[in-house]
């Protein structure tokens, strides 16, 4: 197997490159960091070769923790001498297929995870990569503030630094906009190893005060946000935080004709009338609930507007023939952040423990262009049920966050992950939907290695663009390399 | 045991193989690591916290059982280390996505490596066949012949009874006050009690070794000793013997036990929620905050029942820590641990003990002998002014 070869591979590389032994490798590494958060035993870097997705990448050669922007930048100089690839690791909580390169310098940057200030003046906090989104937000809870997004579906574990590499859809997209939309400052360290910071930080002579993102030029922040690592490394973020809204007001529709859902979602985007809405198109149906489309409303303002957005939000829904039911299920997912109560599941019948995986596929369509997308989803499952059937392939969910101005549509088809001939027709399964929709309407959100060949193709001028910032910025395709296919093809075998 | 890679051969059956359909079924989400609903820097997980790489940690663990279903990967002593590491204190297993048993892929883990003569050296020792354990049938080294040694009368040993007092190791062997609260206690409230007079460890430390056979082996007997006489019930002051009565047994042995089996502060409980039980004053008043042992809150669910009697004392006032209940954080005596990685015990008991001060509690008080003796230990490392406590003598002191 492959993680057993590494040794042996590392040594015997016979094209010309001077990719060090692991011991010399690891010796360096220690120089910088320490022995106790440098590791090349087997046993830690097992454990370093895949994200929640059903795609294994390769095996690092060596595990990484520095603590610190200057021992980061240190190990991007030392991997650009050793010509080595680096692997950012923040949590690793994406399900697309994280692309860790074979023989790699894997950084894990969860050690930096501490809040470096809370800014209630000009309404920010800065905090290290590291530091887990929903432990962040709830510090700020407890002076009644949060972050200016509710954060990922993987909050209670995922990084900060990760959700803005990423640039992560998050609860509350609908009012709140991206992850990305909210940072207002980035501390980078460039794949020369040099550290820049951008936006009003970059002003290094008026004290670096982080308060304004489109401050000194150009937006540099949006060069490092879903850029998932490959043009720099996220060391610092500095984030917009609000006051927690005093009135939260839930609704939950169901309607009898999924194109109605749709209809509704888009009147009420119209109005701005929800913080938050999410449609249900297949999968399971919530308990106890018939209907063929549903929509989940939350609602966050002052007592006064919320309840005046709660009505245009309900008349909205009913005029196009939605019927109400009980919203205990919305406000349990709001609270809990458990997808199982979209479905008025709780989360310990609902995930059980089957081994089931995951290969997610996920991207931006515009509204009108949802109704397409369900059809597509729902006929291609119809003339596929047999296969699904004797695969044991399952809809967990045709989702729709739906932002401010289109939709964010999630699709996840489960699998039996031990069975080998079901993953690979999952892990199929995903590429041609990806394909046929992206040929269509939609564009990726996070694009991991799993979707990078199926998008970047497509983006014709842009990628060459974003190929040619690649290589000035990182000549030597030193981060993150497989992530977005942006070095040259002869060298995007991973770990080269 | 060296850090070396130690391949051994693989054996053609393995425990962990068993356990293919938990381990795939971990979704790798990272939940295990953190109890990030209280803020930053609140771990879930001890033996991650010190060792510092995810292999340490329960989602890491997990992908080292993967590769070795997989066959990617072999055991050797590495991940040993990392596998005995773990303080079974089964907060990964808390908050799992999943709802994925941990703690028994885990063991399986413990029991290959053990078959692999792979245990970790102190460990190893501890349990092998010429070892105290398994002569005197402690792990203190002591004599099984000095085991009654703080009861004052021996007339209460042996004689049949609906109540069996099981000791425990620790309170017979190192805090005799322990055992002789337990005995005042259950004197107090007028129980038809004994204690054994051939009691052996409860085998907890053999399932902790992945020792699977030698556990069943002290299991039966004790179980044999304690239905010769009759009893009904079975009452503990050591949640980990509870745990390994109530909850290893019936699996490992395959049947139901013949007696019921609960911990002192239950019973005291029930006696206070029943208005047949009342306490003294403390006096000065005093503030203290709870430490759940592991296998008392997350291992049976016992969280209420020593809440009801600390409240229950009048001029007590009880303060949470900010991880409490299912949030506990282990204080790092859990999975003898201390054996082989005394350095990882002593940060998660300082990092615990640190919690407790942060309360403003003047007392940290316990359920559970090895909870007590590790505070008591690492109190002193951290010259802290914390007085640590356990439950049963808080509860005899102030029984009315």
């Known amino acids: 197997m492959a993680g057993l070869d590494i040794e042996k591979r590392l040594l015997n590389d016979d094209e010309g490159r001077s990719i060090p032994t692991m011991t010399e490798l690891t010796k360096r590494l220690t120089d910088i960091c320490g022995p106790r958060r440098v590791s090349d035993r087997m046993a830690d870097r097992i454990c370093h070769t895949r994200d929640c997705g059903p795609s294994p990448g390769g095996v690092p050669a060596v595990i990484v923790r520095p603590q610190s922007t200057e021992e980061v930048a240190a190990i991007v100089e030392l991997a650009n001498e050793l010509k080595t690839s680096i692997f950012v690791w923040g949590r690793s909580t994406t399900f697309i297929g994280a692309g860790i390169p074979e023989g790699c310098i894997l950084m894990a940057l969860d050690l930096m995870n501490e809040i470096e200030a809370i800014d209630f003046e000009s309404q920010v906090v800065t905090v290290q990569p590291g530091a887990v989104w929903h432990a962040v937000d709830t510090e700020l809870n407890k002076h009644g503030w949060e972050l200016a997004v509710a954060g990922p579906g993987g909050m209670f574990s995922c990084t900060i630094g990760g959700c803005v590499a990423y640039n992560a859809v998050p609860h509350g997209i609908t009012e709140y906009g991206m992850t990305g939309d909210q940072v207002v400052c980035l501390e980078v360290v460039l794949p020369n190893g040099e550290v820049i910071n951008t936006g009003s930080a970059a002003n290094v002579a008026a004290g670096s005060l982080a308060f304004e993102r489109y401050a000194n030029g150009p937006d540099l922040a949006g060069l490092f946000i879903g850029a998932c690592g490959t043009l720099g490394i996220i060391t610092k973020v500095t984030y917009r935080i609000q006051r927690i809204p005093p009135a939260e007001r839930f609704l939950f529709y169901a309607f009898d004709d999924y194109t109605k859902t749709v209809d509704a979602a888009q009147a009420i985007q119209t109005q701005s009338a929800a913080t938050f809405m999410i449609g249900l198109f297949g999968g399971p149906n919530p308990v106890g609930i018939e209907g063929d489309g549903f929509l989940h409303i939350i609602i966050r303002d002052n007592p006064l507007a919320a309840e005046e957005r709660r009505g245009i939000a309900a008349a909205i829904c009913e005029s196009f023939g939605g019927n109400p039911q009980d919203w205990h299920a919305t406000k349990n997912y709001w609270v809990d952040h458990m997808y199982s109560w979209l479905r008025n599941f709780p989360p310990e019948t609902y995930y059980s423990h089957r081994p089931y995986g995951a290969p997610e596929m996920a991207g931006f369509i515009p509204t009108p262009k949802v109704k397409d997308a369900i059809r597509y989803l729902r006929e291609y499952k119809e003339s596929h049920e047999e296969e699904f059937a004797r695969l044991d392939i399952r809809i967990k969910c045709y989702d729709v966050y739906f932002s401010r101005n289109g939709a964010f549509l999630w699709i996840d088809t489960l699998y039996p992950e031990q069975d080998p001939e079901a993953w690979q027709y999952g892990v199929n399964l995903r590429a041609t939907y990806a394909d046929d929709l992206c040929n269509q309407f939609m564009s990726p959100g996070g694009i991991l290695q799993a979707l990078a060949p199926v998008i970047m193709p497509k983006l014709g001028p842009g990628f060459e663009f974003l190929k040619f910032l690649k290589a000035h910025l990182d000549p030597n395709y030193i981060l993150n390399p497989g992530v977005l296919l942006l070095q040259p093809e002869e060298t995007q075998e991973a770990g080269k | ?400």
């Open chain 2, 1 to 400: 045991m060296s850090s070396d890679t130690k391949h051994s051969e693989t054996s053609s059956k393995r425990h962990i193989d068993a356990f293919k359909e938990v381990i795939y079924s971990c979704n790798r989400c990272g939940q295990c690591f953190d109890v990030s609903w209280l803020g930053t820097g609140y771990n879930r997980c001890p033996a991650y916290k010190h060792g510092i790489f995810e292999s340490y940690g329960a989602r890491g663990k997990f992908n080292i059982a993967r590769a070795l279903v997989d066959g990617v990967i072999e055991y050797d002593a590495d991940i040993s280390e990392r596998v005995f590491a773990c303080t079974d204190c089964r907060a990964c297993a808390a908050y799992c996505f999943k709802f994925l048993d941990t703690v028994r892929v885990f063991r399986a883990l413990k029991a290959d490596l053990a078959e692999r003569d792979l245990l970790p050296t102190n460990f190893g020792a501890a349990v092998s066949g010429d070892s105290s354990l398994a002569r005197e049938h402690n792990v203190y080294d002591a004599p099984q012949t000095e085991r009654l040694d703080w009861l004052p009368k021996r007339g209460q040993v042996d004689v049949p009874a609906d109540t069996v007092f099981f000791v425990g190791c620790t309170a017979a062997f190192v805090r005799h006050n322990m055992a002789l609260d337990t005995w005042e206690i259950l004197d107090k409230v007028g129980a038809d009690f004994t204690v054994l007079g051939d009691e052996w460890c409860c085998g907890h430390p053999y399932l902790e070794a992945g020792r699977l056979d030698r556990a069943r082996q002290v299991m039966e007997h004790n179980i044999e000793v304690i239905t010769a006489l009759g009893a009904s019930k079975v009452v503990f002051n050591c949640p980990g013997c509870l745990q390994t009565f109530k909850k290893d047994m019936p699996e490992l042995l395959g049947y139901r036990l013949p007696f019921e089996a609960v911990h002192i502060v239950e019973q005291v409980a029930d006696l206070v929620e029943a208005g047949q039980f009342s306490f003294e004053v403390h006096l000065p008043k005093a503030v203290v905050t709870y430490h759940d042992p592991c296998p008392l809150g997350r291992g049976l669910g016992v969280y209420d029942a020593p809440r009801t009697v600390l409240n229950a004392v009048p001029g007590l006032r009880l303060v949470e820590m900010p991880r409490q209940r299912e949030d506990a954080y282990c204080c790092g005596a859990g999975g003898l641990i201390r054996y082989d990685y005394p350095d990882s015990a002593v940060e998660s008991g300082s990092d615990r003990l640190r919690e407790a001060e942060s309360t403003g509690a003047d007392t940290l008080v316990s359920a559970c002998p090895a909870c007590l003796m590790h505070f008591q230990q690492v109190r002193n490392q951290l010259r802290s002014r914390l007085k640590i406590v356990d439950i049963t003598a808080l509860i005899n002191s102030h029984i009315r």
